[in-house]
């Protein structure tokens, strides 16, 4: 018998688009919103940013010479002009922000609104805010941290215009040696940026308070220093081929023995891996080279291994002048690429007189789903995405901070499918889920805009 009072059967959504809330304005919520628009033409987007702009690290962690990477914001700008979408910036989701608590430019604070209110009022909210904070390092555990030394991510920020750091007075006069901590890509963009000179930094979108303190710097020697070896380290292959090509600045090679065991396993074909040989005949090339044309009155860079920073040594004015590392050793096979480290307990100074630490980006929980992180915070417990009912997660916040854009996609696609696949799909769900329990027919009949379900 036919009966009204059955809701109908959503197959395709006819009803009531899909509403999803996107939280963060990366690659990786813009990539999962474009995945999702595309797949459901009935979907509806709304993307929250703590930032009055979108786009965030494609926008603000990029280095200025690195425009090609930015070329993603293209595809960005067309999910944005779509009437499906809606960017809802200056607003924080889940909790206080880095600009609420006195961390971020003074006067600036965006709105806060609940995860739990987003949550009640969209179908599906995908968590996409990456990792935007520090991980600890050791170092800085002395009891003051002297000035000079600051975080590589607020200092790529600040020379980026990133909002939260335009309040930062990076000082670039006090002598010629910086060092970087850390062995990703982001410690060899600082390193870039330190060294490229004016002629370079000039034709980029480089912001012009940070090119007038650039154009001031007395740094000519900047190491680049981390704490396992070559094999362990994160930076890609093109970064450092880069930094080595630099006009007029000369790269200083670790000495013999850092190389020596990975030489030793070269011609083992399953040692290492493509991408680590091109890195070792890169190094020896490049140390062969410097050999012959070493040229100690311009300006340098090293890549330095096994050392890890055990404090920061300041002068009369608490302003860094050296940075104490402990020697250390690889605990295991010099090639696997997650082999440890240990102290030998012999100690190296260096002077620095600029200090930026890149050891990596840390999570931070949103209040009400902290069960659902990993220990240490820096990631979210997922299934193909999806964390929970009508919760997801994409990019940095669901496989933790690594990785470039590219990743990013294909994980937001991921995620988006499982959306797609999982959340919301009314009648269609419910059969998929109780398959052959079921013991219906179901006949639609259009009367009018109404649906009717028989169910015998």
């Known amino acids: 018998m036919w009966s009204s009072e059955v809701p109908a059967p959503m197959t395709s959504r006819a009803l009531r688009p899909l509403s999803v809330a996107i939280i963060g304005s990366g690659p990786a919520g813009f990539y999962t919103a474009y995945r999702l628009m595309d797949r459901l033409p009935d979907a509806m987007v709304d993307m929250y940013e703590k930032l009055p702009v979108p786009f965030g690290l494609s926008r603000f962690g990029v280095a200025p010479d690195h425009p090609e990477v930015k070329n993603c914001q293209d595809k960005f700008d067309e999910v944005a002009a779509s009437t499906r979408f ?15 608590n006195g961390s971020g430019t003074p006067g600036f604070k965006p709105n806060v609104v609940p995860l739990q209110v987003v949550r009640g009022n969209y179908d599906a909210v995908v968590l996409a805010y990456g990792a935007e904070s520090d991980k600890t390092l050791a170092a800085a555990a002395t009891t003051t941290t002297p000035t000079g030394v600051m975080s590589a991510r607020a200092f790529v920020g600040w020379y980026n215009g990133h909002p939260e750091f335009q309040h930062l007075e990076p000082d670039l006069t006090a002598g010629e040696h910086a060092v970087v901590v850390g062995h990703g890509n982001v410690a060899l963009d600082v390193a870039r940026v330190l060294l490229a000179g004016m002629v370079t930094l000039r034709h980029t979108d480089i912001t012009d308070r940070a090119l007038s303190v650039l154009a001031t710097s007395t740094i000519r020697n900047v190491r680049v220093v981390g704490r396992r070896g070559p094999a362990q380290a994160a930076f890609t292959n093109k970064e450092v081929r880069e930094l080595m090509t630099l006009p007029g600045v ?17 011609q083992d074909k399953t040692a290492l891996s493509r991408s680590q040989k091109r890195l070792l005949q890169l190094l020896q090339k490049k140390q062969q080279e410097q050999q012959q044309h070493d040229d100690h009155r311009r300006p340098s860079f090293s890549l ?5 920073p055990s404090q920061f040594i300041a002068d009369a004015d608490n302003h860094v002048q050296a940075v104490e590392f402990d020697r250390m050793h690889l605990d295991g096979d010099p090639v ?4 440890s480290a240990r102290p030998t307990g012999q100690i190296l100074q260096v002077p620095a007189a600029a200090v930026f630490v890149s050891v990596g980006y840390q999570t931070q929980p949103l ?3 902290e069960h659902a992180y990993n220990s240490s915070g820096n990631r979210l ?3 193909l995405g999806k964390v929970g009912s009508g919760l997801y997660a994409a990019g940095w916040i669901k496989r933790g901070p690594i990785g470039v854009i590219a990743e990013t996609m294909y994980d937001a696609f991921e995620t988006a ?9 009314g009648w269609d769900g419910v059969q998929a889920t109780l398959g052959s329990a079921l013991n219906w027919h179901v006949a639609e009949r259009e009367l009018g805009k109404s649906h009717m379900l028989a169910v015998l």
């Open 336 to 339: 696997n690429k997650h082999t």
């Open 367 to 369: 209040a009400g789903i």
């Open 417 to 425: 499918d499982t959306v797609n696949d999982n959340d919301r799909r």
């Open 304 to 308: 330095d291994f096994l050392l890890s």
């Open 86 to 100: 809606r960017f809802i910036g200056n607003t924080m989701v889940g909790g206080a922000s880095s600009f609420a």
């Open 250 to 266: 000369t790269y200083v090679p670790p000495p013999a023995d850092v190389l020596a065991p990975l030489l030793d396993r070269f």
């Open 381 to 383: 417990f997922h299934d």
